[in-house]
């Protein structure tokens, strides 16, 4: 089974491309400390069906270029939706 993460879209101004950044809570190895981090991933969308503000699931694939390792499988909830 392939890695699979669940992030929101924050830019969708490339062509076939989004940027999903993905949230994570880490602990401090010595204080256990929660802490937020967050990463962001380019992730391959051929339709430009995704926009800003969509969570969204992205899986692991073959390199598509030389950022681009993953691609959007599904749309979890819609931006109007939230609101």
Known sequence: ?????????????????????????????????RYKMDKNYKAHDENKTYKVGDVV???????????????VVQKITDKKKEK
Not at 1 to 21: A, H, P, R, Y
Not at 57 to 71: G, L, T, V
Request: net charge positive; proline share 4%.
């Open 1 to 33: 089974m392939k890695n699979q993460l669940i992030g929101k879209v924050v830019s969708d101004k490339m062509q076939k491309t989004v940027v999903v950044c993905v949230e994570r809570m880490k602990q401090h190895p010595k204080y256990f400390k």
């Open 57 to 71: 699931m992205i899986e692991e694939c073959a390199p598509i270029s030389k950022d681009k390792k993953w691609k």
